[in-house]
């Protein structure tokens, strides 16, 4: 059994991660069904984060993918763990290991407690290829109701701001917030006009409008206290 | 007719009745080239060196315009040309200097005839440092070298057919642009051309020319040799043009005619790459003429009749198919960023339209016109992306959904001679819809950093530009003659909007002494005070201003056809601290500048 992510490695923020089943032969198997659980061992606690069930891959009859946010990197001494609990022919089989998660190069994700005192994840999931355009954006928002517990949080807005802090924060036309979308995502448009580094600035509203955490940008405040990093 | 518009000592940019450069078609020797700077620092006018030009034919408005569509009018560089000829070979030498900017000019051609064939080469080195404006105050960036050879050749393939070639290399490096954040390391351009020409094909046709040519232009822009910048950034350019034009010229009967088929592509680009000041943060990177191609057919017609001995007319007519397309991938997706919807490609049709009369009666001669213009936004303001302009310090976006600029003018002269006084006064009058310009757009982000904000390409439901001038001259001896010339312009845009650039009430007046192989003038230009000027586009008021210069020729013959002339005097002789409207950012002029120019004729 082995782990794969798009660049090799398990980092801070939304991963997409595939694995393939292999008898000792060699040959995969394509008739499982399987479940994960990601595990932080803290030093005084233990306690999960948002993971989505595990399905086959487009396209693929013996890939299975599913995708983990960790909000946090792992180290020596506080480490993740992935539980995956799989069943071939009504057989039930289980691995644990240790799993390395390390910091992404820019953030990526943002864990908080909102105004509303409720805990957020929040991670971009898309562009993971930026081009100077207008960009589909992506992000996943999730609740922590207690240690083991991320529900999915429905009918809130993102609402984004990209700036360029090396450029006297200019920032871009056209962009448009990020809305639920019918696969529970939240989905919006990002410009960007150069390539180069960029500050998305968010700020995250309940649906009514009540600003649950981040501030606008302004000529005082150069940048909200979430946001995500981009460089290309 | 043409004002010149100073970023500097280099590459001025020529204003036709007012109108910067998108508004004319400027050829050398009837080939369409398209500069390859976003801030204008390359005009076509400087891939020529003006030793080599015979002259240069303007027109006004659409009249005449065979080398397309236009609305302010045409400018033709027609370089020197040898000719066939008894064997001969001959040619010259020339230097000079210029005390001011040290300006060093080197030179020298060579023109071999023969019944068969022709060639010319010539050659020009410019070096100049920074020039001190009137009271000695040094303008900064203000330096150029500048090379230029350009080679001719003709044959004659049998009587009344010939073909020729030409090569133009033009190569100016380390010019600065004292009136711009940013100098230029190196403009270059390789500018070719093959042409067919048969004379005397019928009684109808007096002759038929068709040319084929290419360019190729490299600007590259940047900010290296400045000290302090809130960021360093490299611009640069390139563009490339292939075109061709086949032109019918005959006379029969009262008619005089012409009628020329010219196409031309070209593809400009541009770049702009910005080096953070955060270590190790990526470099941006945005293109700034976002690989444009332009793909232009046109066919124009002209017929000059003449009515009587007192009457003429002329008509003139063209059509032309223009054709914008963006092949670039990325500079595509980057304009969708401000117009999602946006087809990448565009087809315009352009029509022009001429007619005039002249009347010559015993001393008076009467001239008047009426024409039509059309003109499709150029690279910039069709495509431009956060192009910076200096000088009302905002950032530029082109519109890609803008119509066809249209112009209809009348233009009217009257001139009178009668013995040795000679005065002719002209005038015209430019009503143009759908003027295109940059208005300030709330809610944009400036790109560069200090920018006022951003500019977005936009169309006037009308301006007028009116143009006037009267020139005088008088022989007041064999010996002495006096000429003068006045000029004034005004533009206004719709709800009273002054435009940028216009001449106040300038003035210049020459007396010129000739004898034998000696001559001396001395002049005064001037100007009133520019009180017309709009602050939305970064102009200024200006005080009045009169400047004078002396000079002095001449020429010693030696054996033969050998001669040497000497050229010497004194530009802006009382030192005059001055700024005039066409100073781009009202950087002052030159100030004293002793000259002196020695040519050897061979």
Redesign the interface.
């Known amino acids: 059994m082995e782990l794969y992510t798009l660049n090799g490695k398990l980092q801070t923020g939304f991963n997409n991660i595939f694995f393939q089943i292999k008898n000792t032969d060699g040959t995969t198997i394509d008739n499982a069904t399987a479940f994960w659980i990601p595990e932080m061992n803290m030093m005084s606690m233990k306690h999960s984060c948002p993971y989505s069930a595990i399905s086959k891959a487009k396209n693929s009859t013996s890939t299975y993918m599913g995708f983990i946010v960790f909000q946090m990197a792992g180290s020596e001494s506080e480490y993740w763990e992935l539980n995956l609990n799989y069943s071939i022919n009504g057989k039930d089989y289980t691995i644990k290991d240790r799993i390395s998660v390390v910091e992404a190069n820019r953030r990526v994700v943002e864990s908080f407690q909102g105004s509303d005192s409720k805990r957020y994840i929040l991670a971009m999931v898309e562009p993971t290829a930026p081009?100077?355009?207008?960009n589909d954006m992506k992000a996943v928002l999730y609740r922590m109701d207690g240690m083991m517990n991320f529900p999915v949080v429905d009918d809130f807005k993102i609402v984004i701001d990209p700036r360029?802090p090396?450029?006297?924060?200019?920032?871009?036309?056209?962009n448009t917030d990020l809305v639920q979308g019918t696969d529970k995502m939240y989905q919006g448009k990002l410009?960007?006009?150069?390539?180069?580094?960029w500050k998305i600035n968010l700020q995250l509203l309940d649906s009514i409008g009540t600003v649950i955490k981040g501030e606008k940008v302004t000529e005082t405040n150069e940048g909200s206290s979430i946001y995500f990093e981009l460089?290309? | 007719m043409v004002n010149m518009i100073r970023r500097g000592s280099y590459a001025w940019e020529p204003f036709l009745n007012g109108m910067a450069t998108e508004r004319s078609v400027i050829t050398i020797d009837g080939m369409r080239i398209y500069a390859a700077c976003t801030d204008k620092m390359d005009p076509i006018t400087s891939y020529v060196e003006v030793t080599n030009l015979a002259g240069a034919t303007i027109h006004s408005g659409s009249a005449s315009s065979t080398g397309g569509s236009t609305i302010a009018g045409t400018l033709d560089l027609v370089r020197k040309k040898g000719s066939f000829g008894q064997s001969a070979l001959n040619g010259m030498a020339f230097t000079g200097f210029e005390t001011n900017n040290k300006q060093k000019i080197v030179g020298g051609s060579l023109n071999y005839s023969h019944p068969k064939f022709f060639t010319d080469v010539d050659f020009t080195i410019r070096d100049a440092g920074n020039y001190r404006a009137g009271g000695g105050q040094e303008i900064q960036y203000s330096q150029f070298t500048k090379y230029n050879i350009s080679a001719q050749a003709g044959y004659k393939i049998k009587k009344h057919q010939q073909i020729e070639a030409s090569l133009i290399y033009d190569k100016a490096v380390d010019v600065g642009y004292p009136a711009l954040p940013m100098d230029v390391s190196l403009a270059k351009a390789l500018i070719g051309s093959v042409s067919y020409t048969r004379h005397h094909i019928s009684p109808l046709i007096s002759q038929w020319q068709s040319k084929i040519y290419y360019n190729d232009v490299t600007h590259v822009m940047d900010d290296t040799e400045r000290p302090n910048v809130p960021i360093r950034m490299d611009m640069p350019g390139w563009s490339k043009t292939a075109g061709f034009y086949s032109m019918l010229q005959g006379t029969s009967n009262r008619h005089d005619w012409k009628a020329n088929l010219s196409g031309h592509y070209n593809k400009s680009l541009a770049e702009m790459t910005m080096f953070s000041n955060t270590p190790n943060e990526k470099d941006m990177f945005m293109l700034t003429w976002p690989g444009v191609q332009t793909y232009y057919g046109d066919l124009f017609i002209e017929d000059k009749y003449a009515l009587s001995d007192k009457w003429n007319a002329a008509f003139s007519a063209g059509l032309a198919v223009h054709h914008n397309n963006i092949d670039n991938q990325f500079g595509l997706q980057s304009l969708r960023i401000f117009y999602p919807e946006m087809p990448g490609s565009k087809t315009r049709l352009l029509k022009r339209l001429s007619a005039s009369v002249r009347h010559d009666a015993a001393n008076w001669i009467y001239t008047f016109g009426a024409a039509y213009g059309e003109r499709a936004p150029s690279v910039s303001e069709g495509y431009g992306f956060y192009l910076f302009n200096s000088f009302d310090r905002f950032d530029y976006i082109g519109n890609p959904d803008m119509r066809n600029e249209k112009s209809a003018s009348v233009n009217a002269s009257l001139a009178y001679q009668k013995a040795a006084f000679t005065a002719k006064i002209n005038g015209s009058y430019f009503y143009i819809d759908d003027y295109i310009l940059g208005r300030p757009r709330n809610g944009l982000s400036v790109m560069t950093i200090g920018a006022y904000g951003v500019k977005v390409y936009e169309q006037l439901k009308y301006a007028t530009i009116l143009n006037t001038s009267i020139d005088l001259g008088y022989q007041i001896t064999k010996e002495f003659l006096w000429t003068g010339q006045l000029g004034y312009r005004r533009g206004t845009g719709e709800n009273g909007l002054l435009l940028p650039l216009m001449q106040p009430f300038t003035y210049n007046s020459v007396i010129t002494f000739a004898r034998k192989s000696f001559s001396a003038d001395a002049s005064i230009n001037g100007s009133s005070s520019h009180t017309r000027y709009n602050p939305q586009f970064g102009e200024k008021g200006l005080p009045a201003y009169a400047v004078f210069n002396i000079s002095f020729a001449n020429r010693f013959k030696f054996n033969g056809a050998q001669a040497l002339t000497l050229k010497t005097g004194v530009e802006n002789l009382l030192d005059r601290n001055y700024t005039t409207f066409a100073d781009w950012n009202r950087i002052p002029r030159i100030g004293r500048n002793f000259f002196i120019n020695l040519i050897w004729s061979f």
């Open positions: 081009k100077v355009a207008i360029m090396g450029m006297a924060n200019h920032s871009s036309p056209n410009s960007l006009t150069m390539t180069g580094y460089e290309f």
